[in-house]
């Protein structure tokens, strides 16, 4: 054999394939004749890849360097003093290490350090098949990149560079402190730890969690996440504590069935109840998707009752080959629960199944061209409360619609044509019966209604300036089971309405508190004319008094639904003014004012209502403000000018100046029978900003620094009753490793009744969280909360570069 030494202070060496060596060993100077100079280009290069593919790793160049390199080409290499050998995305670092080029066998000792993507191992000894990474690392301590967790073994072995099983092992992502005393806070430490990065997971067999070096929680075997992939398993138990469910405690299995579906079992024993099995299945597919969500309770020892409760959604679209036909969607939406209490005894559940109103409805639908259709099957279930009864509303069992809308018309004409016939039946139950006996909506019978309408606009519009004159005619006709009209069973309505609608549209260029702004003036008229037609006779299946704002003000029609269609002469002014960036077009501010005027008394009311007779309706004064990217401020304002005062008003700002800091307040009042005024307060703030420690600026999901405290809440007050109505108050500190937090939740069930727990939840920083499930409920209770660790985006390999 024949070897060459170099005694140089440092050599450098590339074992690379023979092409790439021949080419490079040829003469600059010949080349440079050959061949034209030419601009330099960059060049992409699987290198660079966060994961290089197989089939490229083998073909990457291997580079070797230290203070001293031995060797045969292709053969074997030996580098001796500060030994580096790179390939693709591994670099392995060592006192000694040899290269057998023929088995690709890197061996390393003394100060072995290797970085593959990324996660870096050190140790005495290492022995690794470079490109397939299979070998074994003595005595290591390893830094994984995705998690930022540490721990030292026994051993590693790499199976390849997805699969390795670490043995007698530790593992944290406490960062670790100076001094030969330091502990993490939380450590887990196993007989063995498996990690597979297909599945992104970790298995621990003969596994302890010690929290302040104390044993928490012993398991002979869990797995944990490596990222915040899905992976099957038993999740963490959760542990509250109800004022009227007692002690509860969840112990959840997930089922990551496939990419596109999953199941979670999550049983609850609940102290004062009994044993609550709950589940939910979600899938999702190219065409459809849906979630089913379920429980059911046993015996409850409190109601002395089998209690149960399920909620179920699902989407479809559907079309034939080649769309001639169109295409069609099918939509379904089903809540059922077994009693009228349910909605106030697990007010935690699905959201959808702690209202009162449940609703079972599938939609079929259908559209071509400019013609949609749709079938619809409506049913409710009301959950009464006998100090608070509401009057259920209408099946609709079934509804038929069409609908043909043609906005490219002769002349600019644009056409609306809608046809819809609808069963509506009701079945009142007692409490009902009890509360609604005497009323109008209480004694009317179920029915038939078939409408039709018309409509036809001719729309003119320029940049400055839009006109739209639209004309509409309402037709219906009824069929009721019972009679109730002066026509017997039957009663038809034909109305027309004429609307005209204009506005113009003033722009200018200003400049307000130092800062350019285009500035709009837009005035708008509306004036809508529909004739009198008596409508006491009809019965009201669907119809309710539209709420009056910005939008509803502009229309033509004070009532939503078709039973009631009001008559009127109205004419509606009102202005609004925007405040826009001049280069982004981004709105700063907005500021509206309308009013209606009205040249005659309404008589058309709702069962029961009186005519409206004023002239001028409250003015509506709008407000909507973001001139700094951390304030934002909303409000609207009904006035009456008669009494000179405003009769409803709703007033919203949040300060958020960064992430982590977010206060949002709400005001509401309304002086409409029987009145309410209402005010709102939520945060997330950090609670050490109060002593000058201001934390850092890590971005969003990742927090602001080990050791801070942040309060978090929302709180409704009702200022008529003066009492709280719901509270959500809680405490977090971040720890670094770990996350703790403690939430007070208060929640209105019902006029007298409230429900109240207290939840506790240790977060282990890349492991697991023990304890409540409070995260769900600061998420969904308070505006823009942000998670303390939220991978945002995964980290890169480059971050951790040698």
């Not at 197989?54 to 070797?64: C, I, M, S, Y």
């Not at 079972?360 to 099957?377: H, M, P, Y």
Request: proline share 7%; aromatic share 10%.
């Amino acid at each position: 054999m024949h070897y060459t030494r170099f005694q140089a202070s440092r050599a450098r060496f590339a074992l690379t394939p023979v092409a790439f060596v021949a080419a490079a060993l040829l003469p600059l100077a010949t080349r440079a004749q050959e061949q034209p100079e030419a601009a330099p280009q960059l060049k992409p290069s699987p290198v660079l890849r966060e994961n290089i593919p197989a089939d490229v790793r083998p073909q990457l160049p291997t580079f070797v360097e230290g203070d001293a390199i031995r060797g045969q080409t292709d053969v074997q290499t030996e580098v001796q003093g500060n030994a580096v050998l790179r390939k693709g995305d591994t670099i392995i670092r060592a006192d000694k290490l040899e290269y057998n080029t023929p088995k690709d066998l890197a061996t390393a000792t003394g100060n072995v350090h290797i970085n593959k993507a990324g996660t870096i191992y050190e140790g005495p000894f290492l022995e690794l098949e470079v490109d397939a990474f299979h070998g074994f690392f003595n005595e290591p301590r390893y830094h994984f990149l995705r998690n930022d967790a540490y721990g030292e073994a026994e051993r590693v072995d790499f199976e390849d560079d997805k699969h390795s099983i670490i043995h007698r092992a530790t593992y944290t992502t406490c960062q670790r402190r100076p001094g030969p005393d330091w502990m993490p806070d939380w450590i887990l430490k196993a007989d063995k730890i498996t990690l597979d990065d297909d599945t992104d997971t970790g298995v621990a067999t003969g596994a302890v969690l010690s929290f302040f070096r104390v044993p928490i929680l012993g398991l002979p075997a869990m797995s944990f996440p490596l990222t915040d992939q899905r992976k099957s398993g038993v999740l963490p138990p959760t542990i509250g504590l109800d004022n009227k469910s007692g002690v509860e405690v969840t112990v959840p299995y997930y089922w990551n069935i496939a990419p596109n579906r999953d199941a979670t079992i999550y049983p609850t024993l609940m102290s004062k109840r009994g044993v609550d099995l709950g589940g939910e299945f979600r899938y999702l597919e190219p065409s459809y998707n849906g979630i089913f969500r379920g429980d059911i309770l046993p015996n409850d020892k409190l109601r002395d009752m089998d209690r149960w409760g399920y909620t179920y959604q699902h989407t479809q679209s559907f079309a034939p080959a080649g769309g001639a036909l169109g295409g069609g969607a099918l939509a379904l939406n089903l809540n059922r629960v077994s009693d009228d209490n349910y909605w106030r005894d697990f007010s935690r559940n699905s959201s959808v199944l702690t209202q009162r109103l449940l609703a079972a409805d599938g939609t079929l639908s259908w559209g071509i061209g400019d013609l949609s259709v749709f079938a619809r099957e409506q049913k409710w279930q009301t959950l009464q409360d006998a100090t608070a009864p509401i009057l259920p509303p209408y099946d609709r069992s079934p509804q038929v619609q069409a609908r043909y809308v043609k906005n490219s018309l002769p002349a600019g004409f644009e056409s609306t044509i809608e046809a819809d016939t609808t069963r509506f039946t009701r079945t009142l139950d007692p409490i009902a019966q009890t509360a609604f006996a005497a009323t109008p909506e209480s004694l009317q019978p179920n029915g038939q209604r078939t409408y039709g309408l018309l409509q036809l606009s001719r729309p003119w519009q320029a940049p400055g300036w839009f006109f739209v004159p639209k004309a509409q005619v309402h037709a219906a006709h009824y069929d009721l089971d019972a009679t109730s009209t002066a026509n017997g069973r039957t009663e038809d309505r034909v109305i027309p309405t004429f609307s005209l609608d204009g506005g113009l549209v003033f722009e200018r260029n200003t400049s307000y508190f130092g800062r350019a702004f285009l500035q709009t003036l837009e005035p708008r008229a509306f004036y809508t004319y529909t004739p009198f037609r008596d409508q006491t006779n009809l019965p009201n299946y669907d119809s309710a008094l539209n709420d009056f704002n910005f939008a509803t003000i502009w229309t033509e029609n004070a009532f939503g639904g078709n039973d009631r269609i009001s008559d009127g002469n109205l004419l509606t002014l009102g202005a609004t003014s925007r405040l826009l960036d001049p280069d982004t077009g981004a709105e700063a501010a907005k500021f509206g004012i309308a009013q209606r005027v009205r040249f005659k008394d309404q008589l058309v009311t709702l069962p029961g209502g009186t005519p409206v007779s004023e002239r001028l309706s409250d003015l509506l004064f709008g407000v909507s403000a973001n001139l700094v990217p951390s304030w934002s401020v909303d409000s609207t304002v009904e006035y009456n000018p008669k009494t000179n005062r405003s009769i409803r008003s709703t007033i919203g700002a949040r300060y958020s100046p960064k992430n982590y800091h977010v206060i949002t307040a709400a005001y509401r009042l309304n002086r409409i029978a029987p009145g309410s005024e209402q005010m709102d307060v939520g945060w997330q703030w950090p609670l050490n900003d109060l002593w000058g420690d201001k934390g850092q600026e890590l971005g969003p999901g990742r927090g602001e620094g080990e050791g801070r405290w942040y309060s978090v809440g929302r709180m409704n007050y009702d200022m008529q009753a003066k009492k709280l109505v719901d509270a959500v108050v809680g405490l977090e500190y971040d720890a670094g490793c770990w996350i703790g937090r403690v939430v007070v939740e208060r929640l209105q069930a019902g006029t007298t009744q409230a429900n109240k727990r207290v939840l506790f939840q240790i977060e282990f920083v890349g492991l697991s969280r023990l304890g409540s499930n409070a995260l769900q409920s600061l998420k969904e209770n308070i505006p823009r909360y942000q998670f303390l660790r939220e991978q945002v985006l995964p980290p890169s390999r480059f971050s951790n570069y040698d």
